[in-house]
């Protein structure tokens, strides 16, 4: 009976806090300022929106009628256009907190992704109807749908910038500065990570030839 009871309230505290990106993408300041520093958002509710919206991002990709968008599904890789949201989203998050650390931001890593999932709503509010409308759309009706698709991205961005001044409590331009300098530090994790994986290739390479060598004499 307990454990019923236990995850009715997890499972009651999880739709209510994945029901909060509706709130927080029309009241934003006090959405996402409620978010973290009220504890209205949850882990588990950013996962399943960052799905979701990887979801609606593949669906595009097949369902999009071809008046609008013509691809080659066979020729698609499935795990690039994953990669394409979620790579980003793991540089972003790293280099955003590791920045903001060192300036006095009040945004722990967790909050900084957890609000950040929560931005991406717009996207698949939007591309959904999208979809299904991008079937029976004319070619005059086809810069409509490209107009409301590029309103679910800039509406996103706008919101990512709401939620980096209400988790690191900085002003609007300081916000905007260090989200650049975020885009410049991801340019430097990249670095970073193809340097080690060559060094890791060249070491493995020459350990590989040396084993060759001796296995040959």
Known sequence: ??????KKETY????????????????PLDGFWDLTHEKRGSIAAANTILIITVMTKLAKLYFTGFMIN???????????????IVFPLALFCVGNWGLTTLFDGKGRLPQIY?????????????QIPLILVSNVVTAE???LYHTLSTVSLVWAAALIVAAMIQIHE????????????SLFAML????????FFSMITQGLSYFVSIYRELSFR
Do not use: D, G, R
């Not at 013509?70 to 394409?84: G, Q």
């Not at 609000?115 to 996207?123: E, H, K, L, M, W």
């Open 1 to 6: 009976m307990f454990t019923a009871l236990k």
């Open 12 to 27: 009651t505290k999880y739709f209510a806090s994945l029901k909060y990106a509706l709130y927080c993408i029309t009241h």
């Open 70 to 84: 013509t691809v080659y599904w066979p020729e698609i890789n499935i795990f690039l256009h994953i990669a394409a």
């Open 114 to 126: 957890m609000a950040t999932c929560y931005a991406f709503t717009p996207y698949p509010l939007l």
């Open 141 to 143: 009706e086809a810069q």
């Open 170 to 181: 900085y002003s609007v331009s300081k916000t905007v500065f260090f989200l650049i300098a």
């Open 188 to 195: 430097v994790i990249v670095f970073v990570l193809l340097l």
